[in-house]
């Protein structure tokens, strides 16, 4: 059984860092492309960025470009989002996700219960 577990989350304040972790179990990590997404109350599930199997392709979302990185070690089974110069719109429930390299959800086979980011200005 596929489980992904998200940490890292927390309150900052504006301009500040925070970097998520997300352990993968169950099928073989580095088969599969990870996803990072976010849900903000009342809003629609949000893509955040993406990387391939082997790290040589990662895809952002415009509004986190620049500022967010996503890296993976698929010797330790773990993808990251560094995030900095965190901004309040930021602000949401941060999810990962296993799945085929893409910015839509439906591509994405399971997903983590998330993590808790919130941005105070």
């Known amino acids: 059984q596929v489980q992904l577990v998200e940490s890292g989350g927390g309150l900052v304040q504006a301009g500040g860092s925070l970097r998520l972790s997300c352990a993968a179990s169950g099928r073989t990590f580095s088969n599969y492309a990870m996803g990072w997404f976010r849900q903000a109350p009342g809003k629609e599930r949000e893509f955040v960025a993406a990387?391939?199997?082997?790290?040589?392709?990662?895809i952002y979302a415009a509004s986190v470009k620049d500022r967010f990185t996503i890296s993976r070690d698929n010797a330790e089974n773990t993808v990251y989002l560094q995030m900095n110069s965190l901004k309040p719109e930021d602000t949401a429930v941060y999810l990962c996700?296993?799945?085929?390299?893409?910015?839509?959800?439906?591509?994405?086979?399971?997903w983590g219960q998330g993590t808790q980011v919130t941005v105070s200005s």
């Open positions: 996700a296993t799945g085929s390299f893409a910015r839509v959800p439906i591509a994405y086979d399971f």
């Open positions: 990387i391939s199997r082997t790290s040589v392709n990662t």
